[in-house]
């Protein structure tokens, strides 16, 4: 069956497949990330090939659209085995499919470039030039090696002051680590933690202060989000 456009789509019919394919991920614990880029590469895929359900496609809409990627798009080897691996993911777990081998895939070449690695002194220029809570952020990020999004998920019950460490969740290929807080930051996170948790009383007293729950937490301890240890110690940002 062919759509024109996905606004043509019913309303009851348009969510089917990535409603199945969000559920999917979900059940195999992928990342918000992962499935927020697996998403885009099915719809990519989609619109590339007129709005054609991917039941009615196969080996060779894949290799097309792929091929497409790296001829036309001059995409990354990287950003091409995502969505590779996005489609892949589709076909086996959402509709049963095993794809054919994809003989004919033109691999995008990866540049090889050395990482850009700020000194001492162009940091020491950058943390200068803020103050306040964006200072405390980048210092975290640079101090302790954190991404930002995992600076940003920080929650309050994975720091551990008294130990100089820090708990990293659901970290880059949805894994926990440990990393440690430099000596320098733990009393500027420290007072920073009590300007918030003074905040979070205020709210709590006035019926918010609610923080969102990881998986199924929220169903299995209702309240919980209530709780300091749950809060976010980055939550206004």
């Given at each position: ?13 348009q ?15 992928y ?57 892949l ?5 959402v ?36 103050s ?51 000596h ?19 709210d ?26 749950w ?7």
């Amino acid at each position: 069956m062919d759509y024109r456009s996905a606004s043509s789509l019913p309303a009851a019919r348009q969510p089917k497949l990535i409603g199945r394919l969000r559920d999917a991920l979900r059940l195999r614990r992928y990342s918000l990330k992962t499935e927020k880029a697996y998403i885009h590469w099915v719809k990519r895929y989609v619109c590339f090939h007129g709005m054609r359900h991917p039941e009615q496609m196969g080996g060779g809409e894949v290799t097309a659209f792929l091929n497409h990627l790296a001829n036309d798009r001059k995409v990354a080897g990287v950003t091409q085995n995502q969505a590779l691996a996005a489609l892949l993911f589709l076909y086996r777990h959402v509709l049963g499919v095993e794809l054919p081998w994809l003989d004919g895939v033109v691999r995008a070449k990866s540049a090889k470039r050395l990482p850009t690695v700020l000194t001492r002194e162009e940091m020491q220029a950058i943390l200068s030039q803020l103050s306040g809570t964006r200072w405390l952020l980048v210092s975290l990020l640079y101090g302790a090696g954190l991404r930002l999004n995992e600076c940003l998920s920080l929650r309050v019950k994975d720091v551990d002051l008294n130990a100089s460490k820090l708990i990293v969740r659901q970290g880059k290929g949805n894994k926990d680590r440990v990393t440690l807080l430099p000596h320098c930051l733990k009393q500027p996170l420290s007072a920073h933690l009590n300007k918030v948790k003074a905040l979070h009383t205020a709210d709590v007293k006035q019926g918010r202060g609610e923080a969102p729950l990881p998986l199924a937490l929220a169903g299995k301890y209702p309240k919980a989000g209530l709780l300091w240890g749950w809060q976010f110690v980055f939550p206004s940002l």
